[in-house]
């Protein structure tokens, strides 16, 4: 069985920096594209970023370019989503995708498995 999970998570001050990773756990191959999506209160979950299989190639949405950066670690199937210069705009309940086609436009059902989420609050 296949587990996804996400910490890193937390509460930071307008300003600060978060480390979120993503582990899986049960798959014995490569996974195909990871990305992370987030969701606030009373909003639809969006797309943040992801990445493609070899971790060469990454997509951002536009309210995070800049002030993300997401890697990979292709030899564990680790991801991780490096956010500076956090909004309260940018709290959200995020959410790790794996094994699906990254690309600019991200959507949920093209990725197999997600993770139960992590909690991230910027204080204004």
């Known amino acids: 069985q296949v587990q996804v999970v996400e910490s890193g998570g937390g509460l930071v001050e307008a300003g600060g920096s978060l480390r979120l990773s993503c582990s899986v756990f049960g798959l014995s191959r490569d996974v195909d594209g990871m990305g992370w999506f987030r969701q606030a209160p009373g909003k639809k979950r969006e797309g943040v970023s992801c990445i493609d299989r070899d971790g060469v190639h990454a997509w951002y949405a536009d309210s995070v370019k800049g002030r993300f950066t997401i890697s990979k670690d292709a030899t564990t199937n680790t991801l991780y989503l490096q956010m500076n210069s956090l909004k309260p705009e940018d709290t959200a309940m995020y959410y790790c995708?794996?094994?699906?086609?990254?690309?600019?436009?991200?959507?949920?059902?093209?990725?197999?498995?997600w993770g139960q989420g992590t909690q991230v609050t910027v204080s204004s």
């Open positions: 995708a794996v094994d699906g086609f990254a690309a600019q436009q991200m959507y949920e059902a093209d990725f197999a498995y």
